[in-house]
């Protein structure tokens, strides 16, 4: 029923905007930069029709929506973004960004509507939060493509019941964050500390994958020194720092935290304010984040924005087949997908080197070293009697 209504309200917006032109508000659109355009496996309940793929044109015009977060975010949408960006530009291809007026479903749908009204060929949608938008518009856009980072197959659902398989003209993309969580991990401790703490936003799937990576990587450092480590860990209920986050990061740091992997959009700035009061670190997470406080000393990174960039690309020169209706996930076995920042002015490690960080990467990618991608909350990694892991609620 919830699905009906909201392609009931779809049909009505829709209808709406294209009686009215095509005026864009402040609200919900931004700066606008134009150009020419060129000649996991998932418990299934219920299939959506077959949708054939739209037929291989070229991109006409990409629109990105955001989810919570705004395209200056310094974390997930700002990186999806420059993939626009930098994509379009080089191809002489119209784009835009529209930002729902709320968090909620029937917002991004809206949005989506509003940037096909206004000659969106291409929606472009950072986050897990798209999967029950999808449900709602893969099959009532059949000639958009849609290219949704972070949508996993157990996203596509709106009431977690029933799951939806991607239709053609929609290509989910994944990472394998636990293993750049794993790298965080395990320079850390490499590089001398032995008191840790992982700060999520949310409990979802990928933040869960980046936070039980970074416990394992953090463990198999401390199995190979023979050094003892403490681990705390906890939510912060949302992807933006409060009040009551930072108190909690000032008490860990006062009690003697030294570092926090501080994952989840904008939540880091808790961890950051607290970290410059009491002389501590921080690890930052999705993409470089080394440039917004000295206190950071590396981020666990996946490359959001060349995965926009490669999977546009592939759209636009007939090659869309690769990735649509599928779920494809992006790990060091594909390539340089996940990872630490290697340039000079953003590591910050002392004692763990970039070659040693290189030699654990490489072992990664070539199967040595497996890392344990579940996301179950309820289920935490194994370690060994060096680690004391502290789950927080």
Request: aromatic residues 10%.
């Amino acid at each position: 029923m919830k699905k009906i209504l909201a392609l009931l309200l779809v049909l009505a917006m829709a209808l709406s905007l294209v009686a009215c032109g095509s005026s864009k508000t402040e609200e919900t659109k931004a700066a606008e930069t134009q150009a020419a355009a060129p000649a996991e496996t998932q418990a299934e309940t219920e299939a959506p029709a077959e949708t054939e793929a739209p037929a291989a044109a070229g991109v006409a015009k990409v629109a990105l929506v955001t989810d919570v977060g705004t395209i200056d975010d310094e974390s997930f949408n700002q990186a999806c973004w420059q993939g626009v960006e930098a994509w379009c530009t080089a191809n002489g291809v119209e784009y835009t960004y529209y930002q729902p007026t709320e968090d909620s479903t029937d917002a991004r749908v809206l949005s989506v509507a509003q940037a096909i009204a206004e000659g969106a060929d291409t929606i472009v949608m950072p986050g897990y939060l798209f999967g029950a938008t999808l449900t709602v518009v893969m099959e009532q856009y059949p000639d958009v493509h849609f290219i949704a980072v972070d949508v996993a197959a157990g996203d596509l659902t709106v009431d977690y019941s029933t799951y939806y398989d991607p239709t053609a003209n929609v290509a989910c993309l994944t990472f394998s964050e636990e293993q750049a969580g794993y790298l965080a991990g395990y320079a850390a401790v490499k590089d001398g500390y032995t008191k840790l703490g992982f700060l999520g936003g949310m409990a979802v799937p990928a933040v869960i994958r980046y936070g039980y990576g970074f416990v394992q990587g953090a463990d198999a450092a401390a199995v190979e020194m023979g050094t003892d480590i403490e681990i705390n860990y906890t939510y912060g209920g949302q992807f933006y720092g409060t009040p009551e986050t930072t108190a909690k990061m000032e008490g860990w740091y006062q009690a003697g935290t030294e570092v926090v992997f501080a994952c989840g959009g904008g939540i880091y700035t808790s961890a950051v304010e607290a970290a410059n009061k009491y002389g501590a670190k921080v690890i930052g997470v999705d993409v470089d984040q080394s440039y917004i406080d000295e206190c950071i000393i590396t981020s666990a990174m996946k490359q959001l924005q060349n995965v926009t960039e490669t999977v546009l690309d592939a759209l636009n020169t007939g090659s869309w087949d690769v990735y649509g209706g599928k779920v494809s996930n992006f790990s060091l076995a594909e390539g340089e997908y996940v990872g630490l920042p290697t340039d000079a002015d953003s590591w910050r490690l002392t004692t763990f080197t970039v070659d040693e960080y290189t030699a654990v990467k490489d072992a990664i990618a070539s199967g040595s070293i497996v890392v344990d991608n579940s996301s179950d909350s309820a289920v935490t990694p194994t370690v060994s009697e060096h680690t004391t892991a502290n789950y927080i609620g």
